[in-house]
């Protein structure tokens, strides 16, 4: 945007402990700061050395959805550090999973399901080829018996998927990944809650805040859906460190899959009226 710009770039921790990289020559030699970072800490570490050196700060992060800016001019206004935020309220995992009703509860939701995807089954994968035995061990003492198979099923489809280089393999997985979310949890969701369920009360359980879902088959032919499948399927193939796929073969061999068979699962839903009757009584989730 601005071709006189010259920038210097660090890849340096700004902390106590690289003050021989940020020395007083460094802080000395700025008009002003626009601060950035991306933790408590940093931040007030930040404030303490503008206030230090006398340079005026416009402080500005983020956390989550949440946004803030102050601008700080030493010794008339108040610094960063004069203030604390309150403590974030966390969102009940029940809400997560399958009653989101605000933008932070479907970010969040995003978040967490991207993580276990695209990185952590990732990560169990080369952990459970580098010692299946200690890998199975230690994830039998952090999971119940329908969580280690559920793992060790997803750690078996990668492998396969490395092993074949499949290309119709991982835009099946893709479109599984799909169904997964979109399509499948939500019946098995509607079977314990149908859409006229009503609640201990003799309420509408599907009122106020938590509105009734709809599935979402898969169609080769929504945008949409072919983007989440053909985004989904480049990150697996990025995973696995093989050669991605263009849109149009994608949608060709999605098109050209069978439909994907609908098999209910038994789930247990906590709601989230039922997880504020737990956490008053003092109870741990389920």
């Known amino acids: 945007m601005n071709s006189d710009l010259k920038v210097k770039t660090f890849q340096t921790f700004v902390a106590p402990e690289t003050e021989n990289v940020f020395n007083d020559e460094f802080w000395e030699g700025l008009d002003f700061v626009v601060g950035a970072v991306d933790n408590i800490k940093a931040r007030l570490y930040v404030d303490k050395q503008c206030l230090w050196y006398s340079l005026p700060l416009l402080e500005s992060g983020t956390l989550g959805t ?27 995992m029940c809400t997560l999973r399958n009653f989101p009703n605000q933008i932070e509860h479907c970010i969040e939701w995003g978040r967490d399901v991207f993580n276990t995807l695209f990185s952590s089954r ?51 997985e893709a479109r599984n990944i799909f169904n997964a979310s979109y399509d499948h949890s939500i019946r098995d969701l509607l079977f314990l809650f149908p859409e006229d369920h009503l609640d201990t009360a003799g309420n509408k359980f599907w009122s106020g805040p938590k509105r009734c879902p709809t599935p979402e088959a898969f169609n080769p032919n929504d945008e949409l859906h072919l983007n989440f499948v053909w985004s989904c399927s ?40 039922e997880a504020k009757e737990r956490e008053a009584a003092g109870k741990p989730a389920p």
């Open 66 to 92: 949440k946004a803030n800016s102050q601008m700080v001019v030493p010794h008339k206004t108040s610094a960063y550090g004069d203030s604390q935020d309150p403590p974030e309220e966390s969102i009940p």
């Open 122 to 172: 990732v990560q169990n994968a080369v952990e459970f080829l580098r010692g299946p035995q200690a890998f199975v061990a230690q994830l039998r003492t952090n999971n119940t018996s329908s969580g280690v198979r559920e793992q060790l099923k997803d750690i078996n489809t990668l492998i396969e998927i490395k092993k074949t280089a499949s290309v119709n393999h991982v835009v099946e």
């Open 234 to 273: 480049n990150l697996i193939f990025a995973n696995l460190g093989l050669p991605s796929i263009d849109m149009a073969s994608c949608q060709q061999i999605a098109a050209a899959l069978p439909p994907a068979s609908y098999q209910r699962k038994a789930i247990a839903v906590e709601t989230p009226e």
